[in-house]
């Protein structure tokens, strides 16, 4: 069974919530790679990746899903060419970045399996990326990609698996702000407490919604003092 998005956003609990966190994110790569000594990137490259770039955030703000999909496809291919696994084994974030962004706008236009491909590679990237060696507490691409996937989960009415995924996602980001405070990890830890709390509306379970609710509104008020 889908759950259709458009049911989402009809939770009236929750439109404060979807007012700070349903514009903004998209194609404006939260994660970013530390500098290296790779190979330089050939200048054809940069630019079709600058303009292609350019086409999603114009085809966001008209509100263009559709567009903002194919061209984010567009976009992981070019970047995919950029960070070749041969001169980066271990993935490079604009990639991530890039997956994040296309399972969101997947979600957006009611495409559940195409929201578990893309969530499921970002979090086999992010793992690879930012190995538990190195980020024993976890860290924000992680988490972020476990919350994608618990919306394709949703989508597909596997609740139980979503909310798993979103607690362990919660918990992994508190861990990580005790260290490292970021204004990137609050709002991915509310971000999973805001997505439960939908979760459970949608059951109808109001008061379970209202608790998560009140862990994540803190976090989002947060946000910009802490940026």
């Not at 997947?106 to 590679?121: H, S, T």
């Not at 860290?139 to 979503?162: C, D, Q």
Request: contains cysteine.
């Amino acid at each position: 069974m889908i759950v259709a998005h458009s049911k989402v956003r009809r939770c009236c609990l929750l439109n404060l919530l979807l007012i700070w966190t349903g514009t903004g994110a998209l194609a404006q790569d939260q994660f970013v790679d530390a500098p290296d000594d790779k190979p330089p990137i050939s200048a054809e490259l940069l630019e079709q990746e600058k303009q292609i770039h350019h086409r999603v955030v114009q085809a966001w703000k008209q509100g263009k899903a559709e567009l903002v999909r194919q061209q984010l496809v567009r976009l992981l291919e070019v970047r995919r060419q950029m960070y070749p696994i041969e001169t980066y084994p271990f993935g490079h974030a604009k990639v991530l970045n890039c997956l994040l962004d296309l399972s969101r706008v997947c979600r957006d236009l009611n495409r559940a399996e195409d929201v578990l491909n893309y969530a499921g590679q970002a979090r086999e990237l992010a793992g690879r990326l930012y190995p538990k060696s190195d980020f024993p507490n976890g860290h924000p691409g992680i988490a972020a990609a476990m919350i994608a996937e618990s919306n394709g989960l949703t989508m597909l009415g596997n609740v139980a698996r979503a909310k798993s995924l979103l607690l362990a996602a919660s918990e992994s980001m508190r861990a990580y702000r005790e260290h490292n405070p970021t204004a990137l990890a609050a709002f991915i830890e509310a971000d999973a407490y805001k997505t439960i709390a939908m979760i459970h509306e949608l059951d109808g379970d109001f008061v379970a919604a209202s608790v998560f609710l009140k862990l994540a509104r803190p976090l989002f008020e947060s946000y910009d003092g802490l940026s």
